[in-house]
């Protein structure tokens, strides 16, 4: 009985630890204090032949919305992300807003984000964390800094995976 006990304690303290296994195309990550958050989705219809992965951000309090994507580079392998920005109102025209190397969080530690082209994407699954170098910086130094750090509130470069779109 008292290894059933301390089974189940065991289960319950390390069960947030566990990763949540989630397709990329369905992955929800957030910032801590859930104000950041990043999901991905399905390629669109009219995505790039190196688009490999779509995604927005939404920041609490700040009315734009940020798209983005993760491409591989012709004749080379290493996945960069480019954020966008509406910039022009009722046409829906996109700035660029990020742009840089897209990390992950792997098994082994920080890696390239995933990108198995013998796998299809809605198969692959999510890395624990996203990491995104200097976003938090173009948001900082943007006319939406007031907005997007107010009341103590962080945004950084890192995203850790929340939960699952169905």
């Known amino acids: 009985m008292k290894t ?5 304690a065991m289960a319950l303290i390390a069960g947030p630890a566990l990763a949540i296994e989630c397709p990329i195309s369905h992955a929800i990550y957030e910032q801590p204090g859930g104000d950041v958050r990043l999901s991905f989705t399905g390629l669109p219809e009219d995505a790039a032949a190196n688009q490999i992965a779509a995604f927005s951000i939404a920041i609490r ?26 910039c022009s109102g009722a046409d829906g025209e996109q700035c660029g ?9 792997g098994a082994d530690g920080i890696e390239e984000y995933p990108h198995d082209a013998e796998i299809a994407l ?11 170098p200097q976003f938090a910086v173009n948001v900082w130094y943007s006319s939406m800094r007031q907005d997007a750090f107010a009341d103590e509130r962080n945004v950084l470069d890192t995203f850790t995976l929340a939960a699952c779109a169905k």
């Open 122 to 132: 809605a198969a692959q699954l999510a890395p624990r964390q996203v990491l995104l």
């Open 61 to 86: 309090d700040v009315s734009a919305r940020f798209e983005g994507g993760i491409y591989l580079p012709n004749g080379f392998g290493q996945p960069n992300g480019a954020v966008g920005l509406d």
């Open 97 to 105: 807003f990020w742009e840089g190397v897209v990390y992950a969080l």
């Open 4 to 8: 059933l006990v301390a089974t189940i």
